[in-house]
């Protein structure tokens, strides 16, 4: 199984940014978490990160091509204003989970509104960096159930 991890702007700087909202641990550790998960189900996982839309965007279509299964995404502050991160995830049919490690839905008011998450299949917030080895289970669920029938 191939799965995608996309991180939007400012994650790269986890462990530097607002720690009391999004903790001390780093981008390594998130990225080790990621791996081992991947190691633990026997499955691919890629990361990617960019601070910049496009790149974000060419990503999720490259993901139409090359034999990606399941999309993690957690867009950033794309998430409550890209339209065109939301029509691209909308535009492939493998299962998607958007995630946020903060508790979004006690946040600022602006953070409440994801226009990305109604284009995926899950939204998965407040977990800290938990939430995207939930959102890994989540697909591998879904592809679990899907062979039993």
């Known amino acids: 199984m191939k799965l995608l991890v996309i991180n939007g702007p400012n994650l790269n700087f986890l462990g530097i940014r607002e720690k009391s909202v999004y903790g001390t641990q780093d981008y390594d550790y998130l990225l080790h978490m990621i791996a081992q998960k991947g190691q633990e189900k026997g499955c691919t996982i890629e990361v990617f990160q960019s601070n910049h839309e496009g790149a974000i965007i060419d990503r ?3 993901a139409y091509f090359d034999g990606t299964e399941g999309i993690v995404i957690n867009p950033g502050a794309y998430t409550h204003y890209s339209y065109a991160i939301r029509d691209a995830l909308a535009s492939i049919t493998v299962p998607k989970v ?5 508790n979004i839905m006690e ?6 509104v994801s226009v990305t998450a109604p284009a995926c299949d899950k939204q998965i917030y407040g977990q800290g960096l938990e939430g995207y080895l939930m ?3 989540f697909i591998l669920d879904f592809f679990s159930k899907v ?3």
């Open 60 to 62: 999720i279509q490259d």
């Open 98 to 102: 958007e995630v946020h490690i903060s």
């Open 107 to 112: 946040r600022e008011e602006f953070r409440k």
């Open 135 to 137: 959102g890994i289970d």
């Open 147 to 149: 062979v039993e029938k």
